[in-house]
């Protein structure tokens, strides 16, 4: 067997790393200072890289700068970690939604349905498709 057919070893942060991971991303959501923040959550990635939460809200930093591209490559990490992670199936829907695909907004739509049908993102993603609303309308923390 050809060792690049071997899939590749996943990281398995220790549980203090996991804690100190948790710690920096709580740090980069709670700063209002871009910069700031996002050394933060590149900081608990680097601590964890399976952190989804971490990834997610550098998309959402990304989003916010109106990064798309970069937003987008966050959310896709954030799904590496996480295929059903509640805030990059919400902001990569969002980003679907100001992009124009509709399908694909809707395939994270049923997603959010089953992983989180109470959540806040799930409903006003659900009333945007509906309603047409603009994506800049659907909220992400």
């Known amino acids: 067997m050809l060792l690049g057919a071997l899939p590749a070893p996943v ?25 700031r923040a996002q050394r933060f959550l590149e900081q608990s990635i680097v601590a964890d890289p399976a952190n989804a939460a971490a990834f997610s809200a550098l998309g959402n930093l990304y989003e916010r700068e109106g990064q798309r591209a970069k937003a987008r490559k966050y959310y896709n990490l954030a799904f590496g970690a996480d295929p059903v992670d509640v805030m990059a199936l919400s902001g990569a829907a969002a980003l679907d939604l100001a992009e124009g695909k509709t399908a694909d907004a809707q395939d994270k739509l049923r997603k959010l349905k089953i992983v989180c049908p109470a959540c806040k993102q799930t409903h006003e993603l659900e009333n945007a498709l509906n309603t047409g ?3 800049a309308t659907l ?3």
């Open 133 to 135: 609303t603009p994506a």
């Open 11 to 35: 990281f398995a942060a220790s549980p203090a790393m996991r804690q100190a991971s948790q710690t920096l991303l709580s740090r980069g959501l709670a700063t209002h200072d871009t910069k």
């Open 139 to 141: 909220s992400n923390p």
